[in-house]
């Protein structure tokens, strides 16, 4: 499948274009980095591969939770490509992403995904590897870093900025079953492709952002 891949909700601004084996990424680390070098990767990547949106099979794109003013401008930039070109699009959680990309190679068992909410709060899921497959247990949801408890006693391992911003809170809350930390792990559009897979896709029309609070922050 040739997806072409937007990553936005974060600090971490990303685009892929994933044409079977074959994998480009632009991606950069900035808070406004977002709005100036989307359209512009975009192009240069499909320039680099040869290709035009008529060749693509679809649009994945984070659909959050994470930033309101980036999360609006890729679905947006999503959304209105996917109507020009009459793509389907493929709604990925920036939660998945982040465990997806943050996975250790070969890695089976628990990992927290945690990405910093601002105000105080953290927005987090729990996901379950084995073999090639990744489950979220239970749901996404938005806490303060204290008020984060670890599933039950087993061995689980973190990853996302939320370890940074909130290091010494998460780890008290979550315990001794907390093995390892990548707290400089982040969403990326190439693990945006790879879950596009496993994904239900939508018309354009119809991608929504996923906020998990009503007073959202940019």
């Known amino acids: 499948m040739k997806v072409l891949a937007i990553e936005t909700a974060t600090e971490a601004c990303s685009v892929a274009l994933v044409d079977g084996d074959r994998r480009l990424q632009r991606k950069e680390v900035g808070a406004r980095v977002h709005a100036g070098a989307l359209l512009p990767w975009i192009s240069e990547l499909l320039a680099e591969a040869g290709m035009t949106y008529s060749d693509l099979d679809g649009i994945a794109v984070d659909r959050g939770p994470g930033g309101f003013t980036s999360i609006r401008l890729g679905l947006g930039v999503a959304q209105g490509t996917g109507l020009a070109h009459d793509l389907p699009a493929f709604p990925v959680s920036s939660l998945a992403a982040l465990a997806h990309a943050a996975r250790p190679a070969g890695y089976s068992g628990r990992m927290l995904a945690a990405l910093d909410a601002r105000m105080g709060e953290v927005y987090a899921g729990w996901f379950e590897f084995e073999d090639d497959r990744m489950q979220l247990i239970g749901e996404e949801i938005l806490r303060p870093p204290g008020d984060l408890q670890p599933l039950d006693d087993g061995l689980f391992i973190a990853a996302g900025n939320a370890l940074s911003s909130y290091g010494s809170e998460l780890r008290s809350a979550l315990g001794g079953g907390l093995e390892?930390?990548?707290?400089?792990?982040?969403?990326?559009?190439?693990?945006?492709?790879?879950?596009?897979?496993?994904?239900?896709?939508?018309?354009?029309?119809?991608?929504?952002?996923?906020?998990?609070?009503?007073?959202?922050?940019?």
Do not use: N, Q
């Not at 400089?184 to 879950?195: D, G, K, N, R, S």
């Not at 018309?203 to 009503?214: G, S």
């Open 180 to 218: 390892t930390v990548d707290a400089e792990a982040w969403p990326t559009a190439l693990a945006v492709a790879a879950l596009a897979t496993r994904t239900r896709p939508v018309a354009a029309h119809e991608l929504k952002p996923i906020y998990l609070r009503d007073r959202v922050t940019g």
